[in-house]
């Protein structure tokens, strides 16, 4: 059981405060306030004396390290196995005051780590890529090995299970687009410029980066996630135990599929979305649709609609790349799998958006017609 502290006298005349007895939770459970004061009251001894400690745990060092005022008296006598537990504290008192420091460089570090992170993942990339095409040189001397069930099942699940959700998002945003902009151009009494307006906008720049922005986060995800439990069931591993390269049998089909895939969604939803842009412009201005889809040829130059094409092709190869990168970094461990399935989407739809971005600065007088 725990004692009060004793007060004796050593043989130079000077005061010792001596502690027996039990100092762990159990015992300071009730007492603990009463002994925190009396501790208070003799705090100025100059030697404490915890040699007849029989118990001790932080709890207990705790509440003595506080009335010492957290730091040790001149002369302490203390028992070499309780020793752990003052350090602990006193090591923890000082941790506090060296994370208390401001520390002015921690952003820029912190921003130049994330700049070595990224040009990594950039070079992980480019090597899986050119990993992908040297080990797909095989299929050109020997084409019936190729995996084209396995890329005709990925266009399928990219690319026909996606039609649904693309066309509602295509239409609404044609409805958005053309309802906002025949507001606008009906103050000005140029209702007939909402043919060129929705067509350039939706060809050459909504209709790619919309139907990208959704591949990423719907096919993206689930190819992470795909090679992320491949990761963790080991199957990854039996391929290399059998000599068959994954880049050719999981990798190649799916950035295939997505090049193949991505222009043709990209088609499909310019189509609904000038189709829902067209509905709404009849609604606002009073266009008769065929008016509407017969200006379109005239006031958009078909080389816009070659260029979101060939946007489509790039980004879902992009889209395929980056998926597979972060799949294939996985650990075998489920919070690996969500933390990478997490930044392959981010990741996607920022590649997409600085690609879309690059597509911008090099044809931007292409396409365009100067009235």
Not at 109 to 116: E, I, K, S
Not at 224 to 239: H, P, S
């Amino acid at each position: 059981m725990i004692q009060e502290p004793e007060v004796r006298s050593d043989s130079a005349g000077g005061s010792v405060i001596a502690l027996v007895g039990a100092w762990d939770i159990r015992s300071l459970e009730r007492r603990a306030p009463d002994l925190r004061q009396k501790l208070r009251e003799r705090a100025r001894a100059e030697r404490w004396d915890l040699s007849g400690l029989q118990r001790l745990d932080h709890i207990g060092a705790l509440l003595i390290w506080r009335a010492w005022g957290k730091k040790r008296p001149p002369q302490l006598e203390l028992r070499p196995e309780h020793e752990i537990f003052f350090a602990n504290v006193e090591g923890t008192g000082t941790l506090k005051r060296e994370r208390a420091r401001t520390d002015w460089l921690r952003p820029l570090r912190a921003l130049g780590q994330r700049m070595l992170d990224a040009g990594g993942h950039a070079a992980d990339i480019v090597r899986l890529l050119g990993l992908m095409l040297i080990d797909s040189t095989v299929l050109l001397r020997r084409p019936a090995l190729g995996p084209w069930r396995e890329i005709s099942a990925s266009v399928y699940r990219i690319g026909t299970q996606a039609l649904g959700i693309t066309a509602a998002v295509g239409f609404l945003i044609g409805v958005v687009l053309s309802y906002l902009s025949a507001e606008q151009l009906r103050v000005f009494g140029a209702d007939v410029f909402i043919v060129n307006i929705l067509g350039l906008g939706i060809i050459r720049e909504l209709g790619p980066v919309i139907c990208a922005v959704l591949v990423a986060g719907r096919s993206g995800s689930a190819i992470t996630a795909q090679l992320g439990v491949m990761r963790v069931t080991e199957e990854l591993d039996a391929l290399a135990v059998m000599g068959i390269p994954y880049t050719v049998r999981l990798i190649l089909p799916k950035v295939i599929a997505l090049a193949i895939a991505m222009p043709l969604l990209i088609l499909w939803t310019s189509w609904i979305a000038l189709l829902g842009g067209a509905i709404s412009a009849k609604v606002q201005l009073g266009m008769n649709v065929i008016e509407f889809l017969s200006a379109l040829p005239a006031a958009v130059p078909i080389v816009n609609l070659w260029l979101g094409v060939g946007k489509g092709v790039a980004f879902g190869a992009l889209i395929a790349l980056v998926a597979c990168h972060f799949g294939m970094r996985i650990k075998p461990n489920t919070e690996s799998l969500g933390a990478g399935t997490t930044n392959s989407v981010v990741t996607s739809i920022t590649v997409v958006i600085v690609a879309d971005a690059a597509f911008a600065v090099l044809f931007n007088n292409v396409g365009i017609v100067l009235l």
